[in-house]
Nanobody, 124 residues
């Protein structure tokens, strides 16, 4: 099994920044992709960003493009999501997800391992 643990969530005012981290452990094999999704109260879980094994493939939702930056460290089995210029509509629980394919996808259904999530709250 694979365990994913998110950290770095919190409360911030609009315009501020947060950096989320995701640590993967367990039966980790090279060649996996990592993604970030988020879920606001009463809404479906939505794609935020994804990064492939080599970091060559980077995907962002239009709503966060230019404000969020995804990165990873394969030696440490970690990924990060730097979130700048945060807006109240970014408020959600943020989840890290893993897919064993080296090329990432934006589809929630492709990710078989999920973390428990970390809360991000942005006040106006």
């Amino acid at each position: 099994q694979v365990q994913l643990t998110e950290s770095g969530g919190g409360s911030v005012q609009a315009g501020g920044s947060l950096r989320l981290s995701c640590a993967a452990s367990g039966r980790i094999y090279d060649g996996y992709s990592l993604a970030w999704f988020r879920q606001a109260p009463g809404k479906e879980r939505e794609f935020v960003s994804a990064i492939g094994w080599t970091s060559e493939h980077l995907y962002y939702a239009d709503t966060v493009k230019g404000r969020f930056t995804v990165s990873r460290d394969n030696a440490k089995n970690t990924a990060s999501l730097q979130m700048d210029s945060l807006k109240p509509e970014d408020t959600a629980v943020y989840f890290c997800a893993l897919d064993r394919s080296p090329t990432p996808t934006t589809s929630r259904d492709h990710y078989i391992y999920w973390g428990q999530g970390t809360q991000v709250t942005v006040s106006s």
